[in-house]
T-cell receptor, first 113, second 113 residues
Framework: DVKVTQSSRYLVKRTGEKVFLECVQD?????MFWYRQDPGLGLRLIYF???????EKGDIPEGYSVSREKKERFSLILESASTNQTSMYLC????????????FGQGTRLTVV | DAKTTQPNSMESNEEEPVHLPCNHS???????IHWYRQLPSQGPEYVIH???SNVNNRMASLAIAEDRKSSTLILHRATLRDAAVYYC??????????????FGRGTQLTVWP
């Protein structure tokens, strides 16, 4: 019954490393999203994609990039990881019309040391 | 940006009804009101959504004010498993923001046995 799968639950990386977070959905949804969640700040949108190869910046895109080469897969890339990118990262997907629900992955807790 | 305002925390006793309020004064005519909840160590999960009329499903009820500037999520009989952070979200139906989910900081619901 798994619908949105994130590649890792926990990840530890070193400062300066290039980090890839992968998200796959099996519902043929057009829209996919990457959020980060920090205590006291709620969920903040990093990037979203409304179609293959299409992307839009969210509220906090600095230090991140994304890739969507296939409809079911949306990757978040930290070009050069920094300690302030230590966070919980959540992927979500939903249909293009507004009258539908979003599905979230379990999250990836990334620690940058 | 569309924003929602919720109390930081609320408490309830088991078996009692819970009314979780949300203000969304910037809502536009075609924006949907969504509610999600996040259990500890999990990604958010869908609870309910609506546009203008009150809505019921197996999890909860959603009461929407006539002017749509506020809504209330109603859990009819709280259980310990309902302890979570509840997010009231606007899903916009406008231009480049189509499909985006705007998360606030949510309400932490504590349920006492």
């Amino acid at each position: 019954d798994v619908k949105v799968t994130q590649s890792s639950r926990y990840l530890v990386k070193r400062t300066g490393e290039k980090v890839f977070l992968e998200c796959v959905q099996d519902m043929d949804h057009e829209n996919m999203f990457w959020y980060r969640q920090d205590p006291g700040l709620g969920l903040r949108l990093i990037y979203f994609s409304y179609d293959v190869k299409m992307k839009e910046k969210g509220d906090i895109p600095e230090g991140y990039s994304v890739s969507r080469e296939k409809k079911e897969r949306f990757s978040l890339i930290l070009e050069s990881a920094s300690t302030n990118q230590t966070s919980m990262y959540l992927c979500a997907s939903l249909q293009g019309v507004v009258d539908t629900e979003a599905f979230f992955g379990q999250g990836t807790r990334l620690t940058v040391v | 940006d569309a924003k929602t305002t919720q109390p930081n925390s609320m408490e309830s006793n088991e078996e009692e009804p819970v009314h979780l309020p949300c203000n969304h004064s910037t809502i536009s005519g075609t924006d949907y009101i969504h509610w999600y909840r996040q259990l500890p160590s999990q990604g958010p999960e869908y609870v309910i959504h609506g546009l203008t009329s009150n809505v019921n499903n197996r999890m909860a009820s959603l009461a929407i004010a006539e002017d749509r500037k506020s809504s209330t999520l109603i859990l009819h009989r709280a259980t310990l498993r309902d302890a979570a952070v509840y997010y009231c979200i606007l899903r916009l139906d406008r231009g480049s923001t189509l499909g985006r989910l705007y998360f606030g900081r949510g309400t932490q619901l504590t349920v006492w046995p």
